[in-house]
């Protein structure tokens, strides 16, 4: 289950991405989705996936680990293509161009091509989430949200601290609640029950099982958590020096630039196009 | 000891956690074991040193990635096709290091049977055996109602090892089940798998931070230093080698230091392996002792200066 799951952990490889301020790159990132969501067809696609080859080799991960973090996701991206290919179909058949007939289902040229466009968003979609969470670790991801969301919040308000809090707590309790629930089943496993084994119908049981011990777990981890916080002094509100401030620099305007040209290119391709 | 069948061998074996993504993080390096039936068997090493991870090999939970592990009548190498281990599984069992993390129905009783019943056998047959266990374990038996995880910490460790001996494994393996108990508990659990294995025979693999509370009781130890196992011998050995487990992360037992005092004060002792009990220790200061000459004091001060545990 763990070994499987490498989104959402940051590989350190010293890249010059690995150290621009984590909102920079989320801007980016947000960017980039609008630029996705916004361009129409293959060719503002080509320009896409160019600039985000050119963007991933640059944080020196290979380019298989990206790839890597495609394949839990790939029975999603395979339903959302039959998906699109068959809702394509149908509007496709009206307006004729019909390319091939397999039983009662009818299969257009621009189906495909619409299915396979939005399967190449998705894919593009998930390859940049993961190249965030590859060069950013989860404390400095929620110290960026925070600052972003600081200056949006009323004066004084504890709102976006809080929030940050939340995120944090959160993004560090789902792995150990993984961690936990792996655990339990290799336990059950030794005594004779391996998931691997397993008729679907033990299975569920089996998972269902997990749901009080990983639970508990939680809970008590969170108070535990909590209690030490507050024991270590830590108040919302209260003023405190972050260890690392977050520092902008000209290579994170110049980064957050290249992706607003790159929006409006895709803007204009759409338009022009 | 007459020579006994080999029951676990692990040949060069090579342990590294998601191997192959980036995450890579190496475990064990080139571990070479064996270990006879029905010998109890005691594993030391400091934190991350590779103890669980070996465990974890022993009853096919990890499959190695290099090297061989053979168990009974298995054996597991790298990429093999997962075996259904199953049939292992029922004759090895293994305690983890964390009782709350091993106890998940909704009463101690169905957490007992759980294993059995998962084994094949009768419903009435697991109902016995959970009672028994916990017995042995020396736990109420108005606890078989309880949810596991209202427990205290040491019922719960105990809960959780009853749930391992009610399956009726060959070889036992704990991973530090002595760490929530106190110290009455810890012998009289020691003394269990004792007598689990002198009298019926079972091959037990005890992990443990404190060796001196094993001491007396193992046969064999082995050391894991950094992922390698950097020895497997009997106590004498180990006693001999007492200076070099400090550079292991282990702490020397009293026992062994306290011994250690003594041969260097009495050199006549030298020549003799290193006893086992304090009791033994005094008989033998004071065989010495009235051996040199002198009439010496008496065992009681020798047992005194040397109480353990
Ligand atoms: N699930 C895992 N994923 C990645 N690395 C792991 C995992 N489990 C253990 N390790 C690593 O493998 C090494 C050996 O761990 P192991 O749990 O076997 O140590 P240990 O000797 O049992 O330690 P302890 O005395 O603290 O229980 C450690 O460096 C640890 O960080
Ligand atoms: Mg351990």
Redesign the pocket.
Known sequence: M?DKLILGRMIPTGSRVHELDPRAKITAMLLFAAALILSGGWAELAVLAVFSVIVLTATKIPLRTYLRALRPLRWLMLFVFLFQLFAGAGAGAAADSAAWTLGPVTLTAAGLSGALLAVSRMALLIVFTAMLTFTTTPSMLSRGIEGMIKPLSRKGSTGAERFSLMMRLALRFIPALL?ES?TILKAQAARGADYEEMKIKEKARLLMSLLVPVTVGAFRRAEELTTSLEARGYRIGAPRTSYRRLSWSGADTFFTLLFVLLLAGTLTMRLML | MSERETVIELKNVDYT??AGSP?A????HDVNIRVRRGTLVGIA??????????LQLVNGLLLPTGGSVSVLDHVLTPGMKKPRLNSLRRRVGLSF?FPEQHLFEDTVEKDLMFGPLNFGMPREEAQNRAAEALRAMRLDEALLKRHPLTLSGGQMRKAAIASVLAAGPEIVML??PTATLDSAARRELISLLERLCREEGRTILM?T?RVEELLHAADEWIV?HE?RAVFQGGPDELAGRAGELGGWGVAVPEQLRCWREWTSRLPQLSSLPMPRTAEEMAGAIERAVRGAGGSGGGPEREENLCATN
């Open positions: 763990r961690e792996q | 956690y998601q995450f993080a190496a475990a064990l090493g400091g934190t991350g040193s590779g103890k669980s991870t070996l290091q991973d530090e992990v931070h894991m992922g």
